[in-house]
């Protein structure tokens, strides 16, 4: 390199800046360079970084984080200049502010240094903005500002520069139910639209959004403090390509989802750490299903929301379709629990999504969460271990971490344990944390200085417990701005604070594993199931990895790829729901036949729900002897009573006494008793969730033409003894027995419906925008709680359990409480029709008591509830404590002969878990 070394240095800049960059890269690859390279650069042999830092005394007291709640003065603290553990091996000169360049450098201070020279963005497009608004937004409703008199103003700040960019409005109840109006308005008319007009509109606003990209993604990074490098390639485009793909559901709806309507006024309440990107995930959606919008934006970061409002009007969408409120955190609840708000949008934290989730309970309001989550990154050894710590690097640093499917925590198998982490840390040296419009950053200002405050209230809990903290970064602002460095954490326990809760910050912790199986239950080891990603090149150990891991999307060789083909969401405490893809459509859709429930409910009833008295004698003389029916039984002697008979519970296979020696008597139309049926109690509902869990795994396994066969030769069964059915359902509830015959063959004509589905709905491929395959798999949600209804006993019953077996669930169902003996004959069909022990389990007593104990059981993953709007209520309110998913009637009695509310779309849609795994490709035409 001797002649390119004297060509560059006298007389090529460009050339100076290529050589640089190849000695650079020889040196970190250990390669010798020439002499004179050598001399003229002066370059230091890069050293490794030190693993040990200091650890706290374990007798150290515990520390409780903060919860990053807003404050009542937006200015960012001021906080201390960072400083490294004393234990690192770091020379404080070469860990400088960003943007700092030396007057005037010499080619030999450029050898020396190889800095990078500051790239600014710049801002002077917003600041226009900005200085158009006069600094001072109200809110936007019907395509106009609206700024009320006497409210209280809150001031924007960015973090990375500690400057101030507008005021916006705090809003009140009355602003809530301003925009609210104005959305439930115009609803009569954009409803009503046809799906093309519809996609001309957000096809505009798609178009509209591309011409202002640099404005939004500028905008974007100084109100939240990301590197415009991610705002400008990351987040602006996922915005239109979510716009450009639900104009094409816009356009499809009348055809594709016929059977389907728009939910009505949706109020979307969205996180800080995406302002835009999240806003337009509901906003999408929402508009091209018909829907109208009440959007609150995000407490501290709202002004890409405004932009956003002005840019819908500026592409032409109607007055009042899209509305943008701006406030504290109450206001979300405020629009939540507004009356005439037909649906709930919500991306933020789980203890938010619990509250908002009992807020809504009972109100006959549709609700869908994306909430927290502690993603695991499950690293083999047999992984590109290079291509893997820049994985890392971008599932846990992009956007600061603050991102609910990062990566934050590192499962690494034993045998390349310590190479990785060495790598990883030389890899963190390099990071540069600097100010948000500088291109040549890769981190970012921390949002607002309580969230950088519960980030390091983490961090020094961990080191409370024992762990062992490394933090380094290649340089970061000393001077101003809330920034928060690269940070690894490692000697943890699987209970470990850090390892179990979410932190939202660039944090991430390193456990160890020795098998992929319990590398599985290390990734599994969490309440939250948003994310993963698995780094193998053995793509079948992936994919089974992938599938055993419960989380909404595994990302495969890759981490946080996002499209709008493809939908986003969590399982258990990460929420329910989707947002992108067509399984998205449907959060802001209700079937065409059904109309927004109303309930009303008193406080009494709300008090006495789950009370249960246990049931007493029957007094012969307040009860009419059996009657015998020739039609379905056959001649008696009349004067021979029938054999008592009483029964069991059915659980695991088998039939159980119930656990208090109690039973109840069934009484037919004409008063006399059928038969007594076990009273449940909260430990046989125990003993049935037990059960459920334990066939889960097995019949999960099963293929689905297994599963399919099963359930036709129930129907074979129930055809045989087809007669008994029919006589039992006359006898309880007193129809003729045409009636009875013919509710009895509709039950078998929805089984075989359910058979013929079981593997046909398996899921699809999905036609994102990544090079390679996103395969969508329905998964079934797990055990799962049934409460049937009252009216048509043996076809309600078999109309709720058979899309759930059809689709691998297991069950706890509780059978009419009026009606319950056609139920309870299946178990010699379950039996005969060779279902698995567990996979249904059945018990009997008083619904709602038992209802009472399902709701607030935590390993129930989701309930279903036909029955009173009291018992809805309680379902939806006591299923938020572990964020199970719920589907109940409010009271309100559907057809269940009737094809559109008997069978269908909606029973899929509750019956499986929308799981996306993301395979990239490319060995031969990736590039």
Same mark, same amino acid.
């Given at each position: ?538 793509? @079948?150990? $992936?994919?089974? !990895?992938?599938?055993?891991?419960? =989380?909404?999307?595994?990302? &495969?060789?890759?981490? %946080?790829?996002? +499209? ?52 007493r004698p029957v007094n012969p003389s307040q009860s009419q002897p059996q009657s015998y029916d020739l039609e379905t039984t056959g001649p008696r002697d009349a004067s021979v009573p029938m054999v008592d008979r009483t029964y ?12 208090? @020696?109690? $039973?109840?008597? !069934?009484?037919?139309?004409?008063? =006399?008793?059928?038969?007594? &049926?076990?009273?449940? %109690?909260?430990? +046989? ?101 049934? !409460? ?9 019953? &078999? ?129």
């Amino acid at each position: 390199c001797k002649p390119l070394c004297c060509e560059t240095i006298d007389h090529s800049p460009c050339k100076l800046n290529f050589l640089l960059t190849i000695v650079a890269n020889f040196r970190l690859a250990g390669i010798q360079t020439c002499a004179m390279a050598d001399k003229a650069s002066k370059i230091k042999a890069p050293s490794k970084v030190a693993a040990k830092v200091e650890t706290a005394p374990t007798t150290a007291t515990k520390t409780t984080p903060k919860a990053a709640t807003a404050v009542p003065t937006p200015k960012a603290t001021t906080f201390p200049p960072f400083t490294f553990d004393s234990g690192l091996q770091v020379d404080s000169a070469d860990v400088a502010p960003t943007g700092v360049k030396p007057a005037n450098p010499s080619v030999a201070d450029i050898f020396e240094t190889l800095e990078y020279g500051p790239a600014p963005e710049s801002s002077s497009v917003v600041d226009a903005w900005l200085a158009d608004h006069d600094r001072d937004f109200g809110h936007f409703i019907n395509n106009k500002w609206y700024k009320p008199e006497g409210r209280d103003r809150y001031e924007s700040r960015c973090p990375a520069r500690d400057e101030h960019l507008a005021y916006t409005v705090q809003g009140t109840q009355e602003d809530v139910d301003y925009a609210v109006a104005s959305a439930k308005k115009a609803h009569e008319s954009w409803g009503s639209l046809p799906g093309h007009v519809r996609a001309r509109y957000m096809y505009s606003i798609a178009r509209h959004v591309q011409k202002h990209h640099r404005l939004i993604s500028v905008l974007e990074s100084m109100d939240n403090g990301k590197p415009v490098r991610e705002s400008r390639d990351a987040d602006v485009n996922v915005v239109a390509r979510w716009l450009y793909y639900y104009a094409g559901w816009a356009q499809l709806m009348d055809t594709e989802m016929k059977e389907w309507k728009s939910c009505g006024v949706v109020g979307g309440i969205v996180a800080w750490n995406f302002p835009l990107m999240l806003l337009v995930w509901k906003v999408a959606p929402a508009l091209a299903a018909g829907n109208t919008i009440v959007m609150k934006s995000a407490s501290y970061t709202r002004l890409s929301a405004l932009l956003f409002a002005e840019i819908c009007a500026e592409a032409g969408l109607p007055p009042g379709v899209f509305n943008v409120i701006t406030g504290s955190g109450s206001m979300g609840s405020k629009l939540a629990a507004h009356p005439d708000v037909d649906k709930v949008g919500f991306t933020g934290s789980t203890d938010i999504g619990r509250l908002l989730r009992r807020t809504t309970a009972g109100t006959g309001k549709k609700i869908s969460l994306e909430l927290g989550g502690k993603s695991p990154i499950v690293v083999f050894d047999d992984a590109d271990i290079d291509g893997t710590i820049e994985g890392v690097v971008d599932a846990i640093y992009f956007n600061q971490g603050q991102v609910c499917s990062a990566g934050s925590r590192l499962i690494i198998q034993e045998t390349v344990f310590d190479r990785f982490v060495e790598k990883l840390k030389l890899r963190m040296s390099k990071l540069r944390v600097g100010d948000s419009l500088d291109k040549c950053i890769d981190m970012g200002a921390i949002v607002h200085p309580s969230q950088r405050q519960t980030i390091d209230d983490y961090v020094q809990i961990a080191r409370d417990e024992g762990c062992d903290v490394f933090q380094i970064c290649a340089c970061i602002p000393t001077d101003t701005g809330c920034y928060y460095p690269p940070t690894l954490i490692t000697n943890v326990d699987t209970s470990s604070t850090v390892v179990m809760e979410e932190i939202f910050g660039p944090v991430v912790t390193a456990q160890s594993f020795r098998t992929a199986k319990e590398a599985v239950k290390l990734a599994n080891n969490t309440v939250f199931g948003l994310g993963a990603s698995v780094w193998t090149e053995n793509l @079948p150990k $992936a994919l089974e !990895v992938a599938l055993m891991i419960k =989380a909404g999307t595994v990302w &495969v060789n890759g981490h %946080n790829m996002f +499209d709008a083909a493809a939908g986003f969401g969590g399982y258990r405490e990460s929420g329910y729901g989707r947002d992108g893809g067509k399984e998205g459509l449907y959060e802001y859709c209700k079937p065409k036949w059904m109309s927004r429930a109303r309930p009303t409910i008193s406080a009494d009833e709300l008090a006495s729900f789950g009370k249960n008295v246990a049931p007493r004698p029957v007094n012969p003389s307040q009860s009419q002897p059996q009657s015998y029916d020739l039609e379905t039984t056959g001649p008696r002697d009349a004067s021979v009573p029938m054999v008592d008979r009483t029964y069991k519970m059915y659980y695991g296979g088998s039939q159980k006494r119930p656990d208090a @020696p109690y $039973a109840r008597a !069934v009484q037919g139309a004409d008063g =006399a008793v059928l038969a007594q &049926v076990g009273e449940g %109690n909260r430990k +046989d509902i125990r003993n049935a969730v037990e059960a459920a869990h334990k066939a889960a795994g097995g019949w999960g396994k099963r293929a689905a033409h297994n599963r399919a066969q099963i359930v036709y030769y129930m129907a074979e069964n129930i055809e045989i003894r087809r007669a008994e059915f029919a006589g039992r359902i006359k006898a309880m509830t007193g129809c003729s027995a045409e009636e009875a015959f013919k509710e009895v063959d509709a039950a078998i004509n929805r089984l075989f419906y359910w058979a013929a589905f079981a593997d046909k709905h398996g899921g699809t491929v999905q036609e994102t925008t990544l090079y390679g395959a996103t395969v969508k798999i329905h998964e079934p949600v797990g055990p799962i709680a049934i !409460v049937c209804p009252d009216e048509k006993p043996l076809l309600g019953f &078999v109309s709720l359990f058979a899309p759930a077996v059809v689709r691998a669930n297991t069950m706890v169902i509780v059978p009419s409480e009026k009606f319950p003996l056609c139920a309870l004959d299946l178990y010699q069909v379950f039996d005969t029709s060779d279902l698995p022990g567990g996979v249904v389990n059945i018990v009997t007593g008083s619904k709602e008591h038992l209802t009472k104990y399902l709701a607030e059981h935590q390993d129930i993953e989701a309930m279903w509830y036909f029955g009173s709007p009291a018992g809805s209520h309680y379902v939806e309110h006591a299923a938020a404590e572990n964020i199970k998913r719920t589907w109940v009637d409010y009271g309100v009695s559907r057809d269940w002969y009737d094809h559109e509310q008997g069978q269908g779309e909606e029973f899929f849609y509750n019956s499986v878990e929308c799981k996306n795994i993301w395979m990239p490709m490319g060995t031969m035409y990736a590039n």
